[in-house]
């Protein structure tokens, strides 16, 4: 989906928040990527209150004038429990919606409405530029600055094809109000710095900066940002689908940049860009929650729109792509992913076709609806047709239904085929549309698409403002109806009208958007083994035409800027101008709901009355550490493929259809739990979980009852089928979340655990996955996996939590004994693991992409340890104050940071990264940069550092997830609340102690890794032996 091209600011790596995109552009959900991902070491985040929905009194009336905003329109939404209020500037017409709802975590927004017409990345660099320092704080990049002086629950900037938007969330009053003021600053009167362009965007500059003699290289945030995000094929396919169905305006290019483009913007085309586009009659505010309106309203009048004239935004307005009237073929090449499939099947295809305008929202709502239909799960038209035969890796990662430009679009495509078969797929959609067309859709299925819809409106996320923000920026920026965007149950019901008054309704629909659409694209995309090399050469080509056009004056400059670059990024930032929060704003802990205990027909059970809005949560956890090791490695596939082969009384049509019209789904999930308190021990756990609404409670157990007591997998063909999607959705997305994975690979090295945790969920996994594949038949496979599902559902080994509400909670348990009854008893083999540390090595992965991700960890100690906290507190400390400054600003990779998991493994990493060894050595350099910068090491930074671990402990937490830490860590809640009282006394003497403890001597256990492409120099250059994986 076009929604995936967004540009956000801040890699803020291991805590980066799940990408949130809409599927149904109407509602208001958080959607998790479900695509294979190594599971981050979970930090031990805990809970607060979820909000309590009351009618709350309304003090602002439709046609009143507040702080120089008129009020145009108050509405009450009850899908969601809140207050829609438009307002109106007055003198800039700048539009202001406030949705009132008893939320703590409080968003605020400023979105502007951005068209580039080049591919210089204009609006991208612009983004970045913003947040390095304005008139009131000219502050070097005060956004990463209040990343330390904030305990914000979200902080970004994000670009997306149309819009630029800036977002922040905080569930603490004092701190929502620092981050507006920075935040409004930022956007409307930036400094937009020269050397701050060339630091964020593109430069060039001396290879040794000292020497006039040396040759040029080009630098640049951004321009290294886009060189990463062009790295995952995905991205490819996805950004050249936008500029070529929607070729006529803006969508034609590339909003975030194009690397071999952005060397052609200039500083003043960029400050020209800010006046116009971020001129307040350009802007829309968003505000969230439940702190006072007046205060927000009065700031930003009064600082800001008041000064301001009023100018007609019309010129960036887009307008609708012309129809065409024929259809169009592209082609396009992509770099040959060495972790992907075989060469001669790395091929993908889509056919995207041209839907409605945004704003038309309820046709827009009906076609998304009708997308899910023709898309989703084993009784959709498309599964059956383009999925079932078999030929692909599945659907690739533009399918869907896309709404976040002018015109929506519906795609479906499939990834990892041969190019053979490229017709067959023209073939079977054809085909598979006109069928749809003559024999229409069962209503079954089109009932449990609807009943999943209105089960996810009910469904509360921890960033349920956020989510709203994100899911309405696209129609906003076109001036559609948002407010009445949000009456997604209204919307169902006319829905549900129309395919009551013409049974053929939805067929109407497939003939006019499907069948007689001559807007229709089918790209194409395959691998080109030059295709790095070419993107080289072309790289060089451009600097050499730069270099070549040099003057002496000119060339003069380029070594002065990259000088004076140098000693700005080096020089001791002035941060007395920020507001930060103080102790006192933070001391209490956040309160929850408590916890009970009991045990049902003798399995331990959790209990937890939270406000659900009518909706059960369940969770249930075994033990399976005493499966064998050749079947535990085989669990995760196990997870992946069990609730899609249906069960020995429901074939797997039958009973996704069940599944899916009573509950959100049945979901399996392999769980590594390390042992907190003990830094030698560590269980594996299988977690099932569902939810439904409270009415549909007894179903949801018995469906779940059905599953683990009579599973199967003797569909061999499905299951062939699904193992061979399941190894291409695993391989997608390595390179956009590459950190992540090359953390894993480093803790591998340290211990034989974390080796099994890679081998599980790593770029190790893929690779086992893949052979095994090879080297078993699917009869074999299907054994297996039935031998480990009669070892794992055992009721001596498993635990259950159930999240309900007050009113539902005695039911709840009561239908959860009854299926716990049905349950077998086996017996109970190992309980735990012991952990072993390994000898010190170092493992480079090659990978054809043109940055590094490098990752270095060591064994420190768990989560209960006396030090962990104050460990915690110096991660935050050299991830702001060395790590960032060196490896992002001086050396130009988009992040890097630190951090030490629960398990006790300490980990530094770095993400899109020019170089690779360089980064390692300032990874080993950490203690002599903590013993000669002691001076950087004050009380203030200490304070900051802490901040930034509270932002993670204090982090809000959705109603049906309270309590997970208990329940997956035995973390209890006293022990959560002494954890966070000893981070935040931790002193200065503390920090040096475990300085020297830790840092000072090379760790006995330590790995270190690279993901990055070839280098015949790595052992020469760092010293040590090292491990290649091609
Ligand atoms: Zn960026």
């Known amino acids: 989906m076009f929604a995936r091209l967004k540009w956000m600011r801040a890699a803020r790596g291991p805590r980066q928040l799940a990408r949130q995109y809409s599927k149904v552009s109407s509602t208001v959900e958080e959607l998790v990527s479900t695509r294979a991902k190594p599971k981050e070491a979970e930090a031990l985040s805990h809970v607060t209150m979820p909000h309590i929905i009351t009618q709350r009194d309304h ?241 930003v009048d009064k600082e800001y729109l008041s000064q301001a004239d009023r100018i007609d935004n019309s010129y960036s307005r887009i307008p609708s792509q012309p129809r065409w009237s024929q259809p169009r073929n592209v082609h396009i090449s992509s770099r040959l992913d060495t972790m992907g499939a075989a060469f001669e099947r790395q091929n993908q295809i889509c056919i995207a076709l041209l839907m409605c305008d945004i704003t038309d929202i309820q046709e827009s709502f009906e076609l998304n609806v009708l997308s ?280 797997f049509r039958e009973f996704d259809k069940l599944v899916l019209s009573k509950t959100a789904g049945i979901d399996f999930k392999l769980n590594f739990v390390e042992d907190v308190s003990d830094a030698k021990s560590y269980r594996l756990g299988l977690m099932v979980t569902s939810h439904a609404l409270d009415k549909n409670v007894p179903d949801m157990f018995e469906l779940c009852q059905e599953l683990l007591c009579n599973f199967q997998f003797e569909d061999t063909d499905r299951l062939k089928m699904l193992v061979e999607n399941y190894i291409s959705n695993i391989s997608v997305g390595i390179a956009s979340s590459g950190h992540l994975y090359a953390m894993l690979s480093a803790s591998a090295l340290v211990s034989d655990a974390s080796k099994l945790k890679s081998l599980l969920s790593g770029v190790d996994h893929i690779r086992f996955m893949k052979q095994y594949v090879e080297q078993n038949s699917t009869n074999d496979i299907r054994d297996k996996l039935q031998a480990i599902g009669a070892k794992v559902f055992n009721k001596n080994s498993m635990r259950v939590a159930i999240n309900s509400s007050e009113a539902y909670q005695s039911t709840a348990v009561k239908h959860c004994s009854d299926f716990l009854e049905t349950l077998p008893t086996l017996e109970t083999t190992k309980t735990s693991s012991k952990l072993h540390l390994l000898e010190p090595s170092c493992q480079h992965y090659v990978m054809n992409i043109p940055v590094n991700y490098c990752a270095k960890a060591f064994f420190a100690v768990p989560y209960l340890h006396e030090d962990h906290p104050t460990l915690r507190v110096l991660a935050k400390l050299l991830s702001a104050k060395y790590l960032l400054p060196v490896v992002r600003e001086q050396n130009g990779a988009y992040g890097a940071g630190a951090k030490i998991s629960s398990d006790g493994i300490f980990t530094f990493y770095s993400y899109r990264d020019p170089h690779s060894t360089k980064t390692l050595d300032a990874f080993d350099k950490t203690y002599q940069w903590l013993r000669d910068e002691t001076n950087k090491l004050d009380h203030e930074t200490l304070f900051e550092a802490k901040l930034g671990v509270l932002q993670q402990l204090d982090s809000p937490i959705a109603p049906g997830n309270i309590g997970i830490d208990y329940f997956l860590y035995e973390v209890s809640q006293e022990m959560f609340v002494k954890y966070r009282t000893r981070m935040l006394a931790v002193t200065l003497d503390e920090l040096q102690a475990v300085i020297e403890k830790y840092f000072k001597e090379q760790p006995k256990h330590f790995g270190k890794c690279i993901l990055g492409p070839a280098n015949d120099k790595l052992e020469e250059e760092t010293k040590q032996k090292w491990k290649t994986i091609a």
């Open 59 to 299: 003090k602002y009336s439709e046609g009143k004038v507040y702080n120089g905003f008129q009020c145009e329109r108050v509405e009450h939404i009850a899908d969601f429990e809140l207050t829609s209020c438009t307002l109106r500037h007055l003198g800039t017409g700048t539009e202001f919606w406030h949705i009132d709802r008893n939320d703590t975590n409080n968003v605020f927004s400023i979105n502007f409405r951005t068209t580039p017409f080049n591919s210089t990345g204009l609006p991208h660099i612009l983004e970045h530029l913003a947040l390095c320092g304005s008139k009131k704080y000219p502050v070097r990049d005060p956004f990463f600055k209040m990343l330390n002086r904030s305990v914000a629950t979200f902080m970004n900037a994000m670009t997306g094809p149309d819009y630029t938007l800036y977002p922040f969330s905080t569930m603490n009053e004092t701190d929502f109000r620092n981050l507006q003021r920075i935040y409004l600053d930022a956007v409307f009167r930036p400094n937009l710095a020269y050397l701050d362009f060339l630091q964020e965007g593109w430069r060039l500059e001396h290879s040794d900066l000292r020497n006039r003699e040396s040759e040029y290289i080009i630098k640049g945030v951004v321009y290294n940002e886009m060189k990463g995000a062009f790295s995952e094929n995905s991205q490819v396919f996805g950004q050249n689908l936008l500029n070529n169905m929607l070729p006529n305006h803006t969508y034609g290019h590339v909003s975030g940049g194009n690397p071999l483009e952005i060397p052609k913007l200039t500083h003043t085309d960029l400050v020209e860009f800010h006046s116009k586009y971020y001129h307040p009659s350009n802007a829309r505010i968003f505000c969230y929650g439940s702190f006072d309106l007046d205060k927000t309203l009065q700031l």
């Open 372 to 651: 899910e239909i023709l898309i989703r799960g084993p009784n959709s038209v498309f599964y059956k047709s383009l999925i079932e035969p078999n030929f692909s890796g599945g659907y690739n990662q533009s399918t869907g239904y896309s709404g976040d430009c002018k015109d929506t679009a519906f795609v479906v495509g499939l990834q990892d085929l041969k190019v053979e078969d490229f017709t067959k797929f023209n073939e079977l959609f054809d085909h598979t549309v006109s069928k749809a067309i003559k024999e229409g859709f069962e209503p079954q299925h089109v009932e449990s698409v609807l009943h999943n819809l209105e089960l996810s409106l009910k469904h509360q996320s921890p960033h349920f403002g956020n989510a709203l923000l994100f899911n309405s920026t696209a129609l906003w920026n076109h001036e559609g109806d948002v407010v009445a965007n949000l009456k997604v149950s209204e919307m169902i019901a006319r829905l549900r009208d129309n395919l009551k008054q013409d049974e053929n309704y939805l067929q109407g629909k497939m003939a006019k958007y499907f069948a007689n659409n001559k807007h229709k694209l089918t790209l194409t995309m395959s691998p080109d083994e030059s295709y790095e090399e070419k993107f080289k050469l072309a790289e060089a080509e451009m600097l050499k035409q730069k270099v070549n056009a040099l003057d002496k004056t000119e060339s003069e400059k380029i070594y002065q800027n990259g000088l004076k670059l140098e000693a700005s990024q080096k020089a001791v930032p002035n941060t007395d101008l920020l507001p930060c929060l103080s102790l006192s704003d933070v001391t209490e802990p956040p309160k929850w709901p408590l916890l009970s205990r009991q045990s049902l027909q003798n399995v331990p059970a959790q209990l937890c009355q939270v406000p659900t809005n009518e909706i059960t949560y369940l969770k249930c956890l075994f033990n399976i550490t005493g499966l064998s090791s050749d079947e535990v490695m085989l669990v995760p596939l196990f997870c992946n493929v069990v609730n899609d082969m249906g069960t020995t009384k429901h074939d």
